[in-house]
């Protein structure tokens, strides 16, 4: 039996709300970055602060690298190299693998100190080292988590629990995006995986699922899914095709009055403007020679670990997906995208097996993010960006200064490894008003905080801070509660002295 037009609508309500909440297709993608160009939360007063940086490019090392042999020259874990841990490291601790008592081992590799602010900086990363004055370390990083899903969800999202809208959708929904025509929020992966928490990292959650992040693909191919015209279909066309949905859905508009038909409308709109902005700004065959040599980019590149079923073992140092990514950061927030997540695979070096190893892999792994990271800096303090742009580099948690002993109890080349460490790791800061330099310390063998403790709260605090929202009153109403990236309590504090 025929229903009437206005029953129709409603038993089509709950299918509409299905997709829209899964997320599907380019018309969905569409309608996240319309909606976010102006931001439910923009309507709301109290919760804005003079902001110092206009867009984020956090870079995440998923897996964790070891602040160990990276950041903390300590010379006393040195001296223990290779001796039994003592057990007051050991009772009443938990660890993913250590089992026993373990060795305790030293750093890997040589420091040396660099810039005016002489920071102890390993030498496996001397386009870092050549920066250095740029950066704030903070070496006194420290979460609650020891696992990756639940550390990496508690880091990006403000719950270890999946469900809970990431950093990057509360940032797009209290501020909106500066671009009508891109996304708002764009996420690039590299490494030959996502992280262990998957995409639940760039959900929206409880929010709207308009201020989801959108994954770009870096292969050569579209780099957004199913935004393309099918083959044989021109742009003229197409634009046919939308105007006479256009009049449909304004038809039905009419006599239904549903509201979430004209967002139908205009999400197909944005689409339609969608197909020529984002592959132009993603082309980096249009930067010149010596922009691509700053970052180590080479456009077009994909590597065969991208889709090897363990890309570990086939990492090379020369690899240039993340320094392409770095590029195309950059080209983004220069074009008004807000946040900017790229998620880069392969630093949990436990040792257990070939391709997670601190003496062999970690080099490689620096290797292929150190010459973007620098190139990235440089390329945007020379186009004005620094002081607008707000940089940030770490991991989930940080590792262990004893070898990991859950397959062997014995140091072996190739196999060097460290167990997950939540208590004391390192990550930083640069640009958008950041202090450059050293905040927070260790004990003698870095596995304690010793000073300046910086949680998970904190850091996120600091975060909305810098972009203008204020941490503590930026909310969003859900299950009864004023829900914040912060949480409930008020343990997160701004890092007021790393701030200019």
């Not at 999202?157 to 990431?166: E, H, K």
């Amino acid at each position: 039996m025929d229903l009437p037009l206005n029953l129709q609508n409603t038993q089509a309500i709950t299918r509409r709300h299905f997709f829209g909440q899964a997320g599907l297709g380019f018309g969905s993608i569409a309608l996240n970055h319309l909606l976010a160009n102006n931001g439910y939360a923009a309507k709301q007063k109290g919760f804005r602060i003079p902001a110092k940086a206009k867009s984020i490019i956090y870079l995440h090392m998923a897996g964790s690298p070891s602040q160990i042999d990276l950041f903390e020259n300590n010379p006393a874990l040195t001296k223990f190299h290779g001796k039994d841990c003592p057990k007051k490291y050991l009772e009443g601790k938990r660890f993913a693998f250590i089992k026993g008592t373990p060795k305790m081992m030293g750093p890997v590799f040589d420091y040396k100190q660099h810039g005016q602010s002489g920071q102890w900086i390993s030498d496996l990363m001397p386009g870092l080292s050549s920066v250095i004055d740029d950066v704030c370390v903070i070496r006194s990083m420290h979460t609650d988590q020891f696992n990756h899903s639940p550390a990496q969800l508690l880091l990006q999202t403000g719950n270890s629990l999946p469900g809970y809208p990431s950093m990057g959708s509360w940032i797009t929904y209290g501020l909106g995006s500066d671009n009508n025509n891109l996304p708002g929020f764009v996420v690039l992966a590299s490494g030959g995986k996502t992280p262990s928490a998957g995409k639940s990292l760039w959900g929206s959650g409880f929010l709207p699922t308009l201020y989801q992040g959108v994954q770009c693909r870096t292969d050569g191919g579209d780099p957004i899914l199913y935004l393309s015209d099918p083959k044989g279909l021109t742009r003229k066309a197409r634009r046919k095709t939308l105007d006479a949905i256009r009049d449909l859905n304004e038809y039905q508009h009419k006599h239904v009055g549903d509201p979430e038909t004209l967002t139908r409308i205009s999400q197909y709109e944005l689409a339609f403007r969608m197909q020529m902005s984002v592959p132009e700004v993603m082309d980096l065959k249009k930067e010149p020679e010596h922009m691509l040599k700053l970052y180590g980019a080479k456009p077009g590149h994909v590597s065969e670990s991208e889709s090897a079923a363990d890309p570990r073992r086939l990492y090379k140092g020369n690899d240039p997906t993340f320094a392409n990514n770095c590029l195309l950061a950059r080209r983004l927030v220069e074009n008004g995208v807000r946040f900017v997540q790229l998620y880069d695979w392969g630093w949990d070096h436990h040792g257990s097996s070939l391709g997670e190893s601190i003496d062999e892999t970690l080099p490689i792994k620096c290797q292929q993010i150190d010459q973007a990271i620098a190139g990235l800096i440089t390329d945007l303090k020379q186009r004005g960006l620094f002081e607008e742009t707000l940089i940030i580099w770490g991991g989930e948690f940080g590792r262990t200064p004893m070898m990991q002993n859950n397959v062997r109890n014995e140091l072996k080349k190739g196999f060097y490894g460290r167990d997950h460490h939540p208590h004391a790791f390192t990550m930083w800061m640069a640009g958008a008003g950041i202090k450059p330099g050293v905040y927070g310390q260790t004990d003698d063998i870095g596995y304690y905080i010793a000073e300046n403790p910086v949680g998970i709260r904190d850091l996120q605090s600091t975060i909305l801070h810098q972009i203008g929202l204020d941490p503590h009153r930026f909310s969003f109403a859900y299950q009864g509660l004023n829900q914040r990236l912060i949480g409930p309590t008020n343990e997160g504090k701004v890092i007021k002295a790393i701030i200019s």
